[in-house]
Nanobody
Framework: QVQLLESGGGLVQAGGSLRLSCAAS????????MGWFRQAPGKEREFVAA???????YYADSVKGRFTISRDNAKSTVYLQMNNLKPEDTAVYYCNTVEWGSWRPYENWGQGTQVTVSS
């Protein structure tokens, strides 16, 4: 089983930036695509971005051009650089291994990291 630990969230003003990290441990495969998801209060969890082992990326339209996903395979860590943040980006952010294309998550969810964007 894989354990996922997200970090880097916080409170930021609109237009600001944050960098999230997700460390995977346990029975990990550095070859698995990884994705970021988020869940805002009262809403369902939604896909944000994903990255392949080789660095191929895909983004939800709502974050395209503002967020950048990257990974360090040697450290089993995936990152999400978030720029020009908007109040609607406020959510708990989670990472997971995913099936490329469907974005179906494979592992149990971690605790996530809270991102709050003030207007």
């Amino acid at each position: 089983q894989v354990q996922l630990l997200e970090s880097g969230g916080g409170l930021v003003q609109a237009g600001g930036s944050l960098r999230l990290s997700c460390a995977a441990s346990g029975r990990t495969s550095s070859y698995s695509p990884m994705g970021w998801f988020r869940q805002a209060p009262g809403k369902e969890r939604e896909f944000v971005a994903a990255i392949t082992w080789g660095g191929g990326t895909y983004y939800a339209d709502s974050v395209k051009g503002r967020f950048t996903i990257s990974r360090d395979n040697a450290k089993s860590t995936v990152y999400l650089q978030m720029n020009n943040l908007k109040p609607e980006d406020t959510a708990v952010y989670y990472c997971n291994t995913v099936e490329w294309g469907s974005w179906r998550p494979y592992e149990n969810w971690g605790q996530g990291t809270q991102v709050t964007v003030s207007s």
